[in-house]
């Protein structure tokens, strides 16, 4: 049904654009026998130019996993409060992006930083494609700036790890030795707790384990957005095999690229992007897509940044 959902999708964009073509040459028609339609001809060009790259951009999405919701996890990294506040600054970036693409964001974990910020993040974005387009944001995303932290006024390099999975369905089989997976309890909290310090509804799974390469691979999944404990376990689980799964697809696609001699696609753990509010400027370090525009990237304008990176992909994959 999701599949035909999106195909369904995909003609209704196609049909609209050529409404718009058709209307483009009604006001063509309109201009040669001396109507002034300059306005209305130029804004229904405009109109099909944007709905060409959107749909252009769908196109791009033809990964199996490309039409599920996905699962994005931040982890700010060493430096304490400085980057525990630019974690949370990146969950509102990615929130603001998704309300502007018309997602549905849903808090799955959430934990404050002890001064400011996130210790940690997970939220899930449901919608088609949501995982197609946010694959390009995984890894680490590096922030210069002047401290407002810092009493001396000093520049801090700030990084912070996001990590993005499609969430996986029964069409999908993710087998884990139970005894490998050790339960956690504790108080939920934050943006996306219930019952916030009165029970422990919130469940951490930790699986250790060996991946399909033999390395050997420490996975943690939490849940708090329930208010049951038993719900949270469930969720936890679908959380955890999402991950996994993602992380056998990384060395599928390692494997591939070294067959291929291609020079590899994105990993994670690799610095992707740069933010120098100073400069303004923000970097991206694998399609040398940059902008001056940090505000508007700082509030969800991500778009161009996304489509430059799927244009990449799609060109090594045909070449």
């Not at 369904?8 to 609209?16: E, H």
């Not at 980057?83 to 959430?110: C, E, H």
């Not at 591939?256 to 001699?261: M, S």
């Amino acid at each position: 049904m999701q599949e035909l959902d999106n195909e369904k999708s995909l003609v209704k964009a196609w049909d609209d654009l050529n409404a718009i073509r058709e209307s483009i040459n009604v006001y063509l028609e309109f201009a040669e026998m001396g109507e002034d339609v300059e306005d209305e001809l130029d804004a229904e060009y405009k109109k099909l130019l944007k709905g060409l790259e959107s749909l252009e951009l769908r196109n791009m999405l033809k990964g199996s996993d490309d039409h599920r919701d996905a699962v994005v996890s931040f982890n700010p990294g060493a430096g304490g409060t400085e980057s525990q506040d630019w974690g949370q600054m990146l969950y509102r970036m990615y929130t603001r992006w998704a309300d502007r693409n018309d997602f549905k964001v849903s808090v799955i974990d959430y934990q404050d930083g002890d001064v400011a910020g996130i210790k940690s993040a997970t939220i899930e974005v449901q919608g088609t494609n949501a995982y197609g387009f946010l694959k390009a944001e995984s890894g680490v995303h590096r922030l210069v700036r002047v401290s407002p932290f810092d009493s001396n006024a000093r520049r801090h390099t700030s990084f912070c790890s996001v990590f993005v999975s499609p969430l996986i369905d029964d069409t999908i089989e993710v087998d884990i030795n139970e005894s490998d997976v050790e339960l956690q309890r504790f108080h939920s909290s934050g943006a996306g707790g219930q019952n916030v310090n009165k029970v422990e509804t919130g469940v951490r799974l930790i699986w250790t384990g060996t991946l399909s390469d033999g390395t050997e691979k420490r996975v943690v999944a939490e849940c708090q957005q329930e208010r049951s404990q038993l719900q949270n376990r469930e969720k936890a689980m679908v959380l955890l095999k999402s991950r996994i799964y993602e992380h056998e697809k990384e060395i599928q696609e390692a494997e591939k690229a070294r067959l291929e001699g291609s020079k590899g696609k994105n990993e994670w753990g690799s610095q992707i992007r740069s933010y120098v509010f100073d400069d303004q400027r923000v970097k991206d370090h694998r399609t040398n897509h940059e902008t001056s525009n940090v505000s508007a990237v700082m509030d969800g304008d991500l778009d161009d940044f996304i489509k430059a990176y799927l244009l990449m992909i799609s060109t090594e994959d045909q070449e």
